[in-house]
């Protein structure tokens, strides 16, 4: 795990590496070559995790000193890769996976790719060929930034690399600035939230050409893995086994460190799992390596996990440690942890997460494994709801639609008007959906976003919109396209770039098994009824973890994650700073808002008139955005 920087054209700039000393304490490299179009830079930041000896350090070349790589990210197939390559001629000289990726490269080409296993983000530079190729893992799991100007490309693991470049101004894009505050999602398209930045998605590569001195260089994105999701047919027992195989196999690769191991830990299905598996495989019940696990807990009994957290303990006999996240410092840390992030994030639950990996290096664990995409592939949302009930509508499966109103209201106290009203948008035309949706969310929230400056240029549509058509997927009219859309589009990205800046914040190696392609194409490809029946979400995955979970846990029907107790905070010790941030918002981007409206809500909110969501938290954190990080309106 490490930090990349790469660039062609602009004058080389070592800071530009430097500023993401966190994600590699273990190592600097920085090298310059020439090309017909100017200067060549390659910069590495590392994170020793596989082969920590210096032979792993970057940029690598290879003996010729054509072909030149910076690598962020984990190969987990890597000593299969190798010795497929070994039986070819092929000679290592270190143990490291960076080797692998660059030999792959050189023997294969861009059609290495399919063979990868992992999360990645590289660049490897062509010096014969005046070629840089730069491509991202299938989902999006490490990050990598692009800018394109007319006096170069640059690439970067963190936008703050790229910001002060020629032709970046630092100015926000007002799009997808919008689309954050009226929905919360971000990540959902190539642009960022700043003018001129953009990111390479997941599944992407591109190549730039350097070979001729050309007013400007094509830097042209292409999938290389697609946005898809078959089709299959199993049994409901079949489907059980295949998920805890590839599961399984998916942890046992996840495990392949040098430095200590761990796991998140919040007492929910999916990090439970995990933790369950790791300790299966390290012994714990047996004398053998007891799993080090870190989790958030509070004493406000709305999100108190603990007693889940207890119960996976205890069954899988792990190292426990609990942290305790104070109201107190949610402002203290929310200034570092929004620069870090590069862009305004959705909620406090990201501060849950950063006082994890806080105590992860604080034990001495270097790589934590997270229960992270499970949700998006297996409709574990309660928004899913809607979509499988208007799933059943259409099938006249009117039965089971009554089971899962009754069911639904009996285990989360959903009510059944509720459920009635909003299973039926999936069932209306995609356009007249959408078009509910803005209407309704224009009248509930006072306008709060209907000024000039947005009609004129901010997004008409929803982001869930956007994402789907910028990758050519399905519309999102039922659990299957849901979470296609969630996955490749949407949601998911969001949550595995907070999880990157949290993580590499503290130098921790944060590791997602639910995101093993092999895995993750299996559940995209299973049938509704194999992710919601009646009131279960994610029915496979319950299945699939007997024995590995212990009951209190694989039949719980809450979902909480990384939260806080934001709605006591917000509404007691914290009101005044929430006021105050709303101010500061509302000053330094005037006319972004509808000043009025924005008070307006926020009292209501905050008075206990209408429930207390994240709109308030993206409206306080995006002026913090603005102070810590300097975007312009």
Not at 68 to 95: D, H, K, P
Not at 104 to 121: D, N, S, T
Not at 257 to 276: A, N, T, Y
Not at 349 to 365: D, H, K, L, T
Request: with cysteine; aromatic share 8%.
């Amino acid at each position: 795990m490490c930090g990349i920087f790469g660039s062609i054209g602009f004058e080389p700039d070592p800071q530009r590496i430097d500023i993401v000393a966190h994600r590699g304490p273990d190592g600097r490299g920085w090298e310059t070559y020439l090309s017909p179009k100017g200067p060549v830079a390659l910069g590495h930041r590392r994170l020793a995790i596989i082969d920590v000896s210096d032979a792993g350090l970057q940029p690598m070349g290879d003996a010729s000193g054509r072909y030149q790589l910076v690598f962020n990210g984990e190969i987990y197939n890597y000593i299969e890769l190798r010795e497929e390559m070994r039986a070819r001629g092929e000679v290592f000289v270190s143990e490291s996976d960076s080797e692998v990726l660059l030999r792959a490269y050189m023997l294969w080409g861009e059609e290495m790719l399919p063979r990868l296993r992992g999360m990645f983000a590289f660049l490897i530079w062509d010096d014969r060929d005046k070629r840089l190729f730069a491509a991202r893992d299938r989902y999006g799991i490490k990050p990598l930034y692009i800018v394109a100007h007319t006096r170069g490309v640059a690439f970067g693991s963190e936008i703050k690399q790229l910001l002060g470049l020629p032709g970046i101004s630092g100015r926000m894009n007002v799009a997808r600035v919008h689309d954050f505050l009226a929905s919360g999602i971000s990540d959902h398209t190539s642009e960022t939230m700043f003018e001129g930045v953009f990111q390479l998605r997941g599944g992407e590569c591109v190549t730039i050409d350097a070979s001729r001195d050309v007013a400007a260089m094509e830097a042209q994105p292409r999938r290389w893995y697609p946005a898809t999701a078959g089709d299959i047919s199993v049994s409901e027992g079949e489907a059980a086994e295949r998920f805890r195989e590839l599961l399984t196999e998916s942890v046992r690769l996840h495990l392949r460190s040098d430095v200590p191991v761990g796991s998140c830990l919040s007492g929910g299905l999916d990090s439970s799992s995990i933790v369950g598996l790791m300790a299966q495989m390290m012994g714990s019940g047996a004398g053998g390596a007891k799993v080090n696990t870190v989790s958030a807990c509070y004493a406000e009994k709305s999100v108190d996990e603990k007693p889940f957290m207890d119960a996976v303990v205890a069954h899988a006999h792990t190292e426990p440690h609990f942290i305790f996240p104070k109201a107190d410092d949610v402002f203290q840390r929310a200034s570092d942890i929004t620069w870090h992030q590069d862009e305004p994030f959705g909620s406090t639950s990201i501060f849950a997460q950063w006082c994890v990996f806080e105590e992860a290096r604080r034990v001495g664990v270097k790589v934590m494994l997270d229960g992270q995409g499970a949700d998006e592939q297996l409709a574990g949302y309660h928004g899913g709801f809607s979509y499988y009930m208007a799933d059943l509508t259409r099938r006249r499966k009117f039965k089971q639609l009554l089971t899962t109103i009754l069911e639904r209201n009996r285990y989360h106290g959903t009510s059944i008007s509720e459920q009635i009203k909003h299973h039926i948008v999936p069932l209306l035309p995609r356009g007249l959906g959408g078009l509910l949706r803005r209407h309704h969310r224009a009248l509930a929230q006072h306008n709060w976003l209907g000024t000039d400056l947005l009609r004129d240029q901010g997004n008409p549509r929803t982001a869930l919109e956007l994402a789907s058509d910028e990758l050519g997927l399905p519309p999102a009219t039922d659990l299957r396209t849901l979470c296609m859309t969630m996955t490749y589009g949407s949601n998911l990205a969001m949550l595995l770039h907070w999880e990157d800046r949290n993580s590499m914040a503290h130098s921790i190696e944060a590791r997602v098994p639910f995101l093993d392609h092999p895995l993750v194409e299996f559940n995209l490809a299973l049938g509704n009824d194999h992710k919601i029946v009646g009131g279960d979400t994610k029915r496979v995955l319950r299945k699939g973890m007997a024995h590995v979970l212990p009951e209190s846990v694989r039949e719980r029907r809450d979902k909480l994650g990384f939260a806080t107790p934001e709605q006591i905070w917000f509404r007691g010790p914290l009101r005044g700073q929430v006021e105050d941030g709303i101010e500061k918002t509302l000053a330094r981007y005037p006319g972004l808002m509808n000043a009025q409206g924005v008070r307006a809500l926020a009292k209501e909110m905050l008075d206990g008139e209408r429930p207390l969501d994240f709109t308030l938290w993206r409206i306080v954190n995006l002026g913090m955005w603005g102070e810590r990080v300097g975007a312009t309106l």
